[in-house]
């Protein structure tokens, strides 16, 4: 009978034992050789590497008694540089994008209203071969919102030079913009839509905007302020990514002194901090022109009293 309890007793202790063994784990509780290969397979997200730009101040103006340029590549590769002085719009023409020769004629003259003044041109090229110009029309050469109007108009031509007007396009009284709708920068996005950037008096802050069109007539102004604080936008692609040029002009404003800025952005709405060009008074309105892939240059605007206004540019290699 005793043999039979301790045997029983055994048995308990044995099972005891096992049962507060640690278990190998079976084959089956390893990841399976298939899921090792996917984990090796997966591909990580690449972290957005900012543009690194070597810039050199390019020799003399490319053009005197002018400002507020905007740059335009035509089919031919010549350069257009449209650019404004007390007549109006006018343009001059480059082989190679420094020496430029100014062409006879206004492009767009002053009339009446709120295009008493006219300025700041941008232009687009359409899908039938013509060019739409963007710019602005103010009541007066009063700087600064609350002082002047300033809204933003269109005009189409056939060959860049003879524009016909088309009317407003973006009206500042009506849209939020305070009163002031200017220096616009227009580009076509890849689904065919139009977007411009421009100086807005929204939020009663002194900083870009912007507005969508489905035909480059008909604009929407988007939700929000692209740019605080920073003014007169210049926009290119290069690779992925949204190039957005941009001035500093009045330090009670902006964070960073005075001078030409890049900023960054993967979707052309949110862009990252601004980046140096170079800093300098009385410098404004840039405008960018690709010279190939690695190369870049920004014309902009400077008035040093009692020197007339002049177009100068830097150029930038892309490093890295």
């Not at 936008?233 to 960073?256: H, N, Q």
Request: glycine share 8%; hydrophobic share 35%; net charge negative.
């Amino acid at each position: 009978m005793r043999t039979k309890i301790y045997t029983i007793i055994l048995l308990f202790f044995v099972v005891f034992v096992i049962s507060c063994t640690p278990r190998t784990p079976s084959e089956k509780e390893f990841p399976s050789q298939d899921a090792l290969s996917n984990v090796k397979n997966m591909q990580v997200e690449p972290v957005a590497k900012k543009l690194s730009l070597s810039w050199e101040k390019d020799d003399n103006s490319r053009i005197e008694d002018g400002s507020v340029p905007f740059v335009h590549r035509l089919k031919d590769e010549k350069v257009r540089l449209y650019y404004c002085n007390s007549k109006g719009i006018l343009s001059a023409i480059s082989n190679d994008g420094l020496n430029f020769v100014k062409e006879p004629g206004v492009r767009i003259s002053p009339g009446t209203g709120f295009e008493s003044n006219v300025c700041d041109p941008t232009v687009v090229d359409l899908p039938d071969g013509k060019t739409r110009m963007y710019y602005k029309g103010a009541d007066s050469q009063n700087p600064g919102p609350g002082q002047s109007i300033h809204k933003i108009y269109s005009a189409i031509s056939s060959g860049g030079l003879t524009f016909q007007k088309e009317g407003l396009r973006i009206d500042s009284e009506t849209n939020g913009d305070n009163g002031w709708a200017s220096v616009p920068d227009a580009i076509i996005l890849p689904d065919g839509r139009v977007r411009i950037y421009y100086v807005t008096g929204a939020e009663m802050q002194h900083g870009i905007g912007s507005a969508i069109s489905s035909d480059g007539l008909n604009f929407v102004k988007e939700t929000g302020i692209r740019v605080p604080n920073l003014v007169d936008p210049a926009l290119i692609r290069i690779a992925d990514k949204y190039v957005l040029f941009v001035a500093s002009i009045d330090e009670r404003f902006a964070k960073v002194p005075k001078g030409i800025y890049h900023m960054e952005s993967s979707d052309g709405i949110e862009f990252g901090e601004p980046i140096a060009v170079f800093q300098e008074d009385s410098v404004y309105d840039p405008s960018v022109l690709k010279i190939n892939e690695n190369t870049i240059r920004v014309f902009y605007g400077k008035v040093m009293p009692p020197q007339l206004p002049a177009v100068e540019s830097h150029t930038g290699k892309i490093i890295g």
